[in-house]
């Protein structure tokens, strides 16, 4: 089927026989494809690199080694203590020295539990896992639950090592814990996270400041080279004023080195003196706040004039970490200035690179910067820091747009600021690469905007990421931006503005299975598109509006829509999105049961789509023309159809395609008298599809499997396979293909024979029909009322 705006999109609908939702896998038959076909299973390594100048916390390391050694099961550790005490680099340090240990992989994640953003989302987290561990991209899903079983299931029976770091709660934390032996979850918190102990069986380990020797040892480490001579006394007394801290420590003995001439003496002195005007907004109170306070303060007064204001307009981006391109844009400099002050922020510990051209504050130093963004630079500068940075992240992701569809509207945009232009993009690939990079920063500057009072960039940007969100459906992150740029739109009292987001919503809702909301937000998109009338843009809707009412199987009002949304395109003479639609309402023509109405404009969809290279809508068409013949009773010609689509599928590496459009070369080879390859071509769709977390096309294997085994005479296999598919059905609430796997079940059972269940099977198909009017429904409705036994009176 098409998508929304005319992407054919795998994940959308079912085959032309089978109009199906994507949930999650639950148990159930397991057909797994035979080992040439399942690539070996990705191995990540996640884990960042350790910290240059740790100090060998040796009492920390050999006690994690022994909870490690003792803890049996599904295992978790748990690191505790204040801000800025080392946690994550004692954690990192002792995860690269265990990692041979756990031979699959190792799996990282920064829940920043403690950033002035909302903390990371574990639907978010999980994404990123299970992309990692090698699911396709169609296996994410707007459900979060869903999500954490299909992570379970690819961690078992693998030996992982995984690293939640910056937890702000147990809630946050136990969807990302194994389920299984072989694992460990590691999670460092400023919290004791008692849930964990008592529910997951987590042991703990709390880091306390180091020792006097080890916060000599580590400021001995970073003075080395540059001041020798300081009397071991004096570094100890250094040592204590940062509270034995390492974050702390750190700070100040960089400080140090970097004036090797002056007494540090003199040098403790001006600590001494430094201000405590902010409040740690995370840090505990008593000695470590005070101490974070100080050395902040000092060190922060002996930056450069041009670096101290480059670190306080740092402490205003949206998100936890940036690249230089952004930083520049936020300062208002060009990119060489600014990664001249970034080295100073990073030699003097005030920042972190990450990455060759990525940086990141820590918490404490970020609510630092922006503390001092307040003290001072004045309101209209922190705003005018903010607006640079958002202008440049929705340039850049409208150059995105251009890349990965270009086909999609485009939003007139508000001017772009000083600094860095958005940079170029090569190809579409690169282009997501920049996505992906910045993809939490992108829902952070949405919701930036919306509430620093930029509502125009708030919803320009939402509008724009929508056309990548088509791409991969984020659903979290789609629903997040859409419904803030939303709200966002109607303050800025732009109506068309609010169209775009309720159509984007539409889509959002649609294919994460909301489609009562679905539907409220596709009308509404519609009134406004007609209000303001807007004649491309009522066609699209008309379009997603079709597609949505395709799904629910209002066949009717399906045709109604996509037949306006066509005349529209052909008004326009819009010859890339009418071939689209023309596909579209062909699949509606074949599930009405009017297979003779679809074949010319399939053909000619194909056609489009071949001079265009749009090889997914051409193959999606082959398969749609391939339902249409072998609803003609054309089946050798169908075969050929659904044999080509798969290869397209096969070409283009599309692993849900494949699967979908394997179900009709299932069909196909099933009428043209091949029920073994029928029956090779379910088992692959299934095992696909159990990979992809599709439940609902996995039971259409199920189904089309079972009567591929009953065509060989296997009929007790072939009731099995319908009843566990119609189970599946039932609990998705498909009423439909429900009814459909029923109505096999009962020839199987026929065969067996079991008549008393034949018949059960029979009647409860005929109760949910009953809310069916379409004729492809009232044929199946009137075959079995023939086969209905006597005493069974149909509804």
């Known amino acids: 089927m098409t998508g929304p705006h005319g992407n054919v999109d795998s994940s959308f609908s079912g085959t032309a026989r089978e109009v199906v939702q994507a949930r999650d896998v639950r148990g159930g038959i397991h057909f797994h494809a035979p080992a040439a076909d399942r690539a070996a299973p990705p191995v990540p390594r996640q884990l960042p690199a350790a910290g240059r100048g740790f100090v060998d916390r040796c009492a920390e390391r050999a006690e994690l080694d022994r909870l490690l050694d003792d803890t049996a099961g599904a295992r978790v550790l748990l690191v505790t203590g204040t801000a800025g005490v080392g946690k994550t680099s004692l954690v990192l340090h002792w995860s690269h020295t265990v990692r041979d240990r756990f031979p699959d992989g190792q799996l990282y994640a920064d829940l920043h539990g403690y950033d002035p953003q909302a903390p990371a989302a574990y639907e978010r987290v999980l994404e990123g896992f299970l992309l990692a561990l090698g699911a396709p991209g169609d296996a994410i899903h707007a459900d979060g639950e869903y999500m954490a079983a299909a992570f379970r299931s690819r961690l078992a029976g693998r030996r992982l090592l995984l690293v939640l770091d910056n937890a702000a709660g147990v809630a946050q934390v136990r969807p990302l814990l194994p389920g299984t032996p072989g694992c460990l979850a590691v999670v460092t918190s400023r919290h004791r996270l008692p849930g964990l102990a008592i529910r997951e069986g987590a042991r703990r380990l709390t880091l306390d400041v180091l020792d006097r020797d080890g916060s000599v040892a580590l400021v001995q480490g970073v003075v080395s080279g540059y001041r020798d001579g300081d009397d071991p006394a004096q570094v100890a007394e250094l040592a204590s004023l940062c509270a034995h801290l390492p974050l702390a420590l750190r700070i100040a003995a960089e400080r140090a080195a970097g004036r090797p001439l002056m007494r540090l003496a003199d040098l403790i002195g001006e600590l001494r003196d430094a201000s405590g005007r902010w409040e740690a907004l995370s840090a505990d109170g008593g000695e470590e706040s005070e101490a ?85 630079e004045a309101p209209q500068e922190r705003e005018e820091a903010l607006r640079r940075v958002l202008t440049w992240y929705l340039h850049t992701a409208d150059a995105v747009q251009a890349r990965v569809a270009p086909q999609e509207p485009r939003v007139a945009l508000v001017p772009a600021g000083a600094g860095p232009p958005a940079p170029p993009f090569a190809d579409a690939a690169q282009a997501m690469r920049w996505y992906e990079a910045e993809r939490d920063n992108l829902v952070a500057a949405v919701r930036a905007a919306a509430s620093g009072g930029l509502d125009r960039i708030a919803w320009q940007l939402a509008v724009v990421l929508r056309a990548v969100y088509m791409t991969n459906n984020p659903f979290r992150d789609w629903l997040t931006t859409s419904l803030t740029g939303l709200e966002a739109a109607r303050r800025d009292g732009d109506r068309g503005a609010q169209a775009e987001l ?294």
């Open 292 to 376: 974070v306070r100080s050395v902040f303060t000092w060190s922060y007064r002996a930056l450069p004039q041009d670096a101290a204001r480059f670190f306080r307009l740092l402490g205003l981006h949206p998100g936890a970490d940036f690249s230089d391109t952004a930083a520049a844009a936020l300062a208002g400099v060009d990119a060489r200035t600014a990664r001249r002050l970034l080295d100073v922020l990073v030699a003097a510990h005030m920042a972190e690179q990450t990455a060759s051209d990525r940086f990141r504050l820590h918490d404490l130093l970020r609510a630092y910067a922006a503390d001092q963004a307040g003290l001072q």
């Open 502 to 795: 309720h159509e984007s919503l539409g889509m959002a809702y649609a294919q994460s299975q909301d489609l009562t909301a679905a539907a409220e937000h596709y009308e509404s998109a519609l009134a406004l598109r007609r209000e303001l009338r807007d004649t491309f843009g009522e066609a699209l809707t008309l379009n997603g509006l079709g597609l949505l009412e395709l799904r629910r199987r209002n066949l009717d009002r399906a045709r109604t829509a996509l037949e306006g949304g066509r005349a529209l395109f052909a008004a326009l003479d819009d010859r890339f999105w009418e071939p689209r639609v023309a596909v579209n309402l062909a699949e509606v023509e074949l599930e009405l049961g009017h297979p003779g109405n679809t074949a010319g404009p399939l053909r000619r969809g194909i056609e489009a789509f071949r001079a265009r290279g749009d090889r997914r809508a051409e193959g999606n068409a082959l398969r749609l023309l391939a339902a249409a013949e072998l609803d003609s009773g054309h089946a050798d010609a169908a075969l050929a159809h659904a044999e080509e689509a798969v290869a397209i599928a096969t070409e283009i590496r599309s692993a849900a395609t494949e699967a979908h459009w394997l179900l009709t070369l299932g069909d196909a080879q099933r009428a043209t008298g091949q029920p073994a390859r029928a029956q090779d071509s379910y088992r692959r769709a299934a095992a696909i599809q159990e990979d992809l977390g599709d439940r609902a096309r996995q039971a259409a294997a199920w189904d089309g499997l079972g009567q591929a085994c009953l065509q060989l005479g296997r009929a007790a296999e072939a009731a099995d396979c319908h009843r566990r598919a119609a189970e599946t059905f039932r609990d998705l609430r498909l009423p439909w293909e429900t009814a459909r796997t029923l109505a096999h079940l009962g020839l199987a059972l026929d065969r067996l024979p079991a008549p008393r269940e034949a018949a059960d099977a029979r009647v409860r198909a005929l109760r949910l029909l009953t809310e069916f009017t379409d004729p492809r429904a009232l044929r199946l409705r009137d075959s079995l009322v023939g086969h209905s036994p006597p005493g069974h009176t149909p509804p």
